[in-house]
């Protein structure tokens, strides 16, 4: 009997038979799974190895660059509480009580006022220190890209008149309304156009205040 050839079982394969040679059909299949199954492990064993890397670095490393990235600044900063519970008078608060002494007078004198009227003024921000200063325009530098743009916004330490306890922040929006309108009656003035909430001592009591400047690096 004549021996078949590769060829001839091939060809004789019955219609529909998976292609089981390397080269066929299957074999292409098999292949592609087989790439795919590998790829697969090998990303899972980079992942893994990377992740190992992260949770393996010493905690004083990343609590370095926490403390450089965020510097700790305090009550005796000049730092007060976000929750608008701070009046003129809460002198126990060093960012109230080293305000300057005629500043702080018109300032609670105004709040007296304002109070008859059902306007309790807020104290968001007053005297700052030195470093609390730097801190608050290197944040402005980072968000608003920066020195230039950031000085819109926030004085330097060595220009500020929060440092030199002469800039009062007063807060909510109503109560710094009612010293926009009512506050050269105390002296006390609008100093930037973009910030409401920014008085200083420019005027005699009943005076008129100065001209706004556009922003802090307009002055």
Same mark, same amino acid.
């Given at each position: 009997?004549?021996?078949?050839?590769?060829?001839? +079982?091939?060809?004789?394969?019955?219609?529909g038979?998976?292609?089981?040679?390397?080269?066929?059909?299957v074999?292409?299949?098999?292949?592609?799974? =087989?790439?795919?199954?590998?790829?697969?492990?090998? #990303?899972?064993?980079?992942? *893994?190895?990377?992740?190992s890397?992260?949770?393996?670095? !010493?905690? #004083?490393?990343t609590d370095?660059?926490?403390?450089r990235?965020?510097?700790?600044?305090?009550?005796?900063?000049?730092? *007060?509480?976000? /929750?608008?519970?701070?009046?003129?008078? /809460?002198?126990?608060?060093?960012?109230?009580?080293?305000? /300057?002494?005629?500043? *702080?007078?018109?300032?609670?004198?105004?709040?007296?006022?304002?109070l008859?009227?059902?306007?309790?003024?807020?104290v #968001?921000?007053?005297?700052?220190?030195?470093?609390? $200063?730097?801190? *608050?325009?290197e944040?402005?530098?980072?968000?608003?890209?920066?020195?230039?743009? +950031?000085?819109?916004?926030?004085?330097?330490?060595?220009?500020?008149?929060?440092?030199?306890?002469?800039?009062?922040?007063?807060?909510?929006?109503?109560? +710094?309304?009612?010293?926009?309108?009512?506050?050269?009656?105390?002296?006390?003035? $609008?100093? =930037?156009?973009?910030?409401?909430?920014h008085?200083?001592?420019?005027?005699?009591?009943?005076?008129?205040? !100065? /001209?706004?400047f556009?922003d802090?690096?307009?002055?």
């Open positions: 009997m004549r021996e078949v050839t590769k060829r001839e +079982a091939v060809e004789r394969r019955p219609a038979e998976p292609d089981e040679r390397p080269g066929g059909s074999g292409r299949r098999w292949w592609s799974w =087989y790439w795919l199954a590998a790829t697969l492990c090998a #990303t899972a064993v980079i992942v *893994l190895m990377a992740w890397v992260i949770v393996s670095v !010493p905690d #004083t490393v370095g660059i926490s403390a990235e965020e510097p700790t600044v305090s009550a005796e900063d000049g730092d *007060l509480p976000d /929750d608008l519970s701070v009046t003129p008078f /809460d002198t126990g608060y060093p960012a109230v009580d080293k305000l /300057d002494g005629a500043l *702080l007078e018109a300032v609670q004198e105004a709040a007296r006022d304002a008859e009227e059902g306007i309790v003024l807020r #968001t921000s007053g005297w700052r220190s030195e470093e609390y $200063q730097r801190h *608050l325009f944040e402005a530098v980072v968000r608003y890209g920066s020195r230039e743009e +950031a000085r819109r916004f926030v004085d330097t330490s060595g220009e500020s008149a929060h440092v030199t306890g002469e800039a009062i922040d007063i807060g909510p929006t109503d109560a +710094a309304d009612w010293v926009v309108r009512r506050g050269s009656a105390y002296g006390l003035c $609008q100093v =930037y156009a973009n910030e409401i909430w008085f200083e001592l420019l005027t005699e009591p009943g005076g008129d205040c !100065p /001209d706004l556009s802090a690096a307009s002055r």
